[in-house]
């Protein structure tokens, strides 16, 4: 059988990615975390990079995985951190991925150290809402403080008797107003801690592709086409 080569259509592209769950901490030892396992970040990585793009990859708390070869991994905690890296490194990037799950609430403290038990009940943890990296990078850009011409959010929604889960995707992508957004379908052991996904890409032009039950390197693919699409040729 032939063998079809990987387009090269990312070479010279710089792509930022982000993935995995943040952790909110309490003290210096305890934290408030997601399932995130940055599986569909990571593929979103190594077929950037296998398609010639320089990738950074700016990694929360993930599953015990591989670096992908070529790809420049950034470590980052909380959302506040991940919220200064995207910022940063958005900058003449040609797109950011936002495939992290971002905690969308912290704990208003941070002990300065170990928490310990006393005889009494603890008190309830107070949270405080987190910034929205994605709303925020887009209206950065929006005001020209930062230049990246496309901004790609993801959204894992189940659907709920008044609306379905495309319906929450559309709402979402006209709330956070980036240009693109992976809708995955979750609930019946989809999207999380499992090596597949099933949804929608939709488009800021109404664009809306099917992305079939298949590998997270799949989805990931559809994705790049529709970057590489909209950034057409150099
Ligand atoms: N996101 C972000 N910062 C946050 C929360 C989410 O950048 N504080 C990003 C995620 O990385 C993802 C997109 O926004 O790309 C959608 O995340 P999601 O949690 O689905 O959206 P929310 O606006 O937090 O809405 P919900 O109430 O459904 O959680
Ligand atoms: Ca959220």
């Known amino acids: ?9 990312l070479e010279g592209r710089r792509v930022v990615v982000s993935a995995g ?9 305890r934290y408030l975390g997601n399932r995130s396992s940055g599986r569909q970040g990571y593929a979103l990585a190594r077929v950037a990079a296998h398609r010639g793009a320089e990738v950074e990859l700016l990694a929360a708390h ?8 070529g790809v420049e991994l950034v470590p980052v905690g909380s959302a506040a951190e991940l919220r200064d890296a995207v910022l940063t490194r958005a900058d003449g990037a040609d797109a950011v991925v936002m495939a992290a799950a971002v905690a969308d609430f912290r704990p208003v403290d941070r002990a300065e150290h ?11 943890v107070a949270l405080t809402r987190n910034p929205d990296v ?9 005001a020209g403080e930062v230049d990246v011409p496309l901004i790609v959010g993801f959204a894992a929604e189940t659907g709920d008797p008044d609306t379905s889960v495309l319906d929450h995707g559309r709402a979402k992508l006209a709330r956070k107003g980036c240009e693109l957004l992976v809708v995955n379908a979750v609930g019946d052991g989809r999207a999380f801690e499992v090596e597949d996904n099933a949804g929608w890409l939709l488009g ?6 099917p992305i079939p039950f ?8 559809t994705v790049w086409d529709a970057v590489s699409a909209r950034l057409g040729h150099q």
């Open 1 to 9: 059988a032939e063998r079809t080569a990987l387009p090269r259509d």
């Open 21 to 29: 769950g943040t952790r909110e901490p309490l003290d210096p030892v």
């Open 62 to 69: 993930t599953a015990d995985l591989v670096r992908p070869a």
């Open 114 to 124: 170990k928490i310990k038990k006393t005889g009494a009940d603890p008190e309830p």
């Open 134 to 142: 994605l709303a925020e990078l887009v209206r950065t850009r929006d």
């Open 204 to 209: 800021d032009d109404g664009q809306v592709a």
């Open 214 to 221: 298949g590998a997270k390197s799949l989805l990931a693919a």
